[in-house]
């Protein structure tokens, strides 16, 4: 089996996200990706995310009926931040003698020598990489990583753009898939409180 792992916040997933999965599944001949949403990102220790529950819902809907794109609840039960390294080794436990790539934008790739334990990723998978605009023709690619580039349209778009939009009453339609925009809309996602935060 050929299988993509796409890691994030998806705080909301957006149709970037869903390119990237496709695009990665189609050029790499992959049985399938799985959308994999951070249980508790450790980039993002302080900074208020929704839940979960409600995160993997975005991700089941906008993936709902799309043939090799499945959401995943590999970081679920994360109770500490959630590490790429754990979250792989889980994948490998759960899908045994698969040949794993892990797909990302230009921007990861960059950062990878910072993230935790980044030889344990790299023994594990091969990279699948977007590059992103503003990458540079050169990127650097972190010592011992395997990577497949995947040429394509480079989409520059971010889910706390997305969020914004959405707190001040602005559309996100074509930007999300509409089960998506339906689903902030009835649960009131990212709506601006009268404190001036958002709900969640």
Known sequence: MRLGLLGGTFDPIHIAHLWMAEHARDALALDAVLLVPASRPPHKPDQPISSFEHRFRMVDLAVAGIPGLEASKLEESDQAPS????????????????DLWLVSGGDSLRDLPTWREPERILAQVRLAVLPRPGDGEDPVVPEGACVDWLNGPRLMLSSSALRRRAA???SIRFLVPDPVRAYIDTHGLYRKT???GEDR
Do not use: D, N
């Open 83 to 98: 590490y790429t390294a754990e979250t792989l080794e889980r994948a490998r436990a759960s899908f045994p003698g698969a």
């Open 168 to 170: 001040e009453g602005e």
């Open 194 to 196: 009268r404190r001036g």
